[in-house]
């Protein structure tokens, strides 16, 4: 099992007459390039037109969106409707990828993927309609089910941070609980709160400038739940903050690009319809964000981000929490069958020249097992076994030296007496039959019997 990365470069074009494609395959920890290809991706006139008749379809569902919409009942007839629309999208997308061009591409990959391989698959573009595909559904991860995916935009550097970053000893999360009108972010608050490796401040319901404390301190998270919404195709990010304050993402330019160079390392949008925040943040260059990319129902949103956590704080990679995330609010609360298409919204946006980090990675105890009471117990047998194989090594050194000293009768700077006889085996230095020296076959060496004169200092008995 080893862990991959593969990019997805999609530059200029149009579902109309395709698009410019790159790929890239490296090794996730070492950054070693394995595959390098260009190409084309297909034209695909009608696979934007399935997404906006299932987005339509899953936006006229009501289950308490997290969008502020008006509830209207939820009817057998509009859930069925939303399935046949994602039939008909999985089928348009693994056209669109499955057809010739693309397949072309992908065979200098397979030979270095592996079915239990950890993949990141990140969809680089500045096109905010490609963000918007459910990539997930590509068959092709079926044969690679630790895959997650990503999405990223071109041009991404390195955030510029300050020098000898400080962090606490405790994961500094800054949760902002905005308007919550027809929804409960005390759940929010809960699982926040449960978390027993984190310092988490709350702003409640807060107004424009009492937003100061992102700018003034060092953050290693930014949360919010609320009401959000995106404008202009996608591509920028409404925050209601409070009952009667929404502001656009733009605003907060200047002190999110502080709160970065302070740390921060990820945003978390528990909120509808968040494409436009991920697109305008990569701007910015924060390391990562996670987004719901359309209205989400208001217990996916939670069980999402409890389950994220739960998994995230205990160890696992962020890509493999999101996965497991997603996996759980599916296949455990069945809560597809409300609104099909939802457990498969929250994503993550990477600006890929930063390594996603642990947990572990966020606090100053990087190296601290987790467990203290076990890592005690740990360290007291590893230094009993310690004592016990020295003593043991000591008792076995001084039991060879007395076992020399017993067998061996003259120093190693002994002189022979005479000169070596053949065929004899009195002295340990004469030369048997054979023609190799006696050694321990020699009457010399062998305990009772007669005892030769062999060496200089010898007494005759």
Sequence with gaps: MGNKLIVFKIGEGSFESGFTLSIRLSQDDTKELLVETEGRL?????????YSNWQSSYRNLSVSLRLGATETQVTNVSVRECKQYINTLQIDLNQWLQHSQVQSL??????HLHQQDLIRFVIQTADVRLWQLPWHLWTMWHRYPQTEIA???????????????????KVRIL???????????????????????????????????ELTPLWEQSWQILFFAGHSSSKNNNECGLLQINPYETIDIQRLKNTLSKAIHNGLELAIFNSC??????FTLADLQLPQTIIMREAVPDEVAQEFVKYFLQAYSEGETLYQAVKDGKAKIQDLYHLEEQAPGSSWLPVICQNLAVNPPLWSNLTKNKFKAPNFAFNKIFKFILRQKTILLSTVAIILIIGLVLTTLTFIKKPLLARPI?????NSCECPYDIDGMGRQCGNKSAYSRPGGTT?????GDKMK
């Design 273 to 278: 319809d968040g494409l436009g925040l991920g």
């Design 175 to 209: 949760a902002i609980l905005g308007d919550r009108r027809g929804i409960n972010v005390e759940r929010d608050r809960q699982v926040l709160n449960s978390l027993a490796n984190a310092e988490v401040v709350f702003l409640d319901q807060p107004n424009l400038s």
């Design 106 to 111: 992908l065979l200098d990959l397979f030979p």
């Design 452 to 456: 030769p004169v062999c060496y200089i």
């Design 42 to 50: 297909p034209p695909a006139p009608n696979l934007y037109q399935s």
């Design 418 to 422: 005479r000169k070596p006889l053949k």
């Design 151 to 169: 999405l990223s935009k071109p041009n991404c550097q390195k955030p510029n941070r300050k020098e000898n970053l400080d962090y606490s000893r």
